[in-house]
């Protein structure tokens, strides 16, 4: 059994649905704003090497937080269009952004 100290940090997922043709993102870049911590930025890939696939999630950190902390997710979609959301901790780890 984790008896890890919720309070030392949890995972933050957010997962892109990307627009017909592109359905996973790929190329999108999030950057994600929690009050306290250092912006944290990250694209989606489709692979990094020979015969290799990544996971379309992309992982960020709450950080020692409150549990009704909430984080600005700015996405900038592969065709150029921005959109923001604000997402909140005590929802759960994962959290799915649809491009418009």
Known sequence: MNEADVNKGAPLVITLEGKPGNHSAIGARVTVEVEGLP??????AAGSGYLTQTTSDL????????????AKVTVRWPDGAVSESRVSRGDGPRHTLTAK
């Open 59 to 70: 992982f960020f950190g709450w950080g020692p937080v409150k549990e009704d902390a909430t």
């Open 39 to 44: 912006k944290q930025t990250a694209e989606v």
